[in-house]
């Protein structure tokens, strides 16, 4: 689980001006930062299936705000691949 600080952080390194926390920069990097934490965490306990179920929920919504991004503002969905080290 993501913690209140770590999500702070991520927010302030990632947001675009002072009271941004919803923009898909952020949101990107912060569903990022949990499908991490939960591949790690299934490495461990493989037979978890609500895990496995949030992990697949985390990975959509991810997709589909990076489909958004590339529809409609390339340049910045080019700097949240780069960012976040995701594949296009």
Request: hydrophobic share 30%; proline share 2%.
């Amino acid at each position: 689980m993501l913690t209140h600080v770590a999500k702070k952080k991520l927010i302030g390194k990632h947001q675009t001006h002072g009271k941004d926390t919803g923009s898909p920069h952020v949101q990107v990097a912060i569903l990022s930062t949990e499908i991490d934490l939960l591949v790690e965490h299934l490495q461990g306990h493989p037979k978890d299936e609500s895990a496995r179920r949030g992990l697949l929920g985390k990975v959509a919504q991810r997709r589909k705000i990076l489909n958004h991004l590339k529809m409609h503002d390339t340049r910045s969905y080019d700097t949240v691949l780069e960012s976040n080290k995701l594949k296009k």
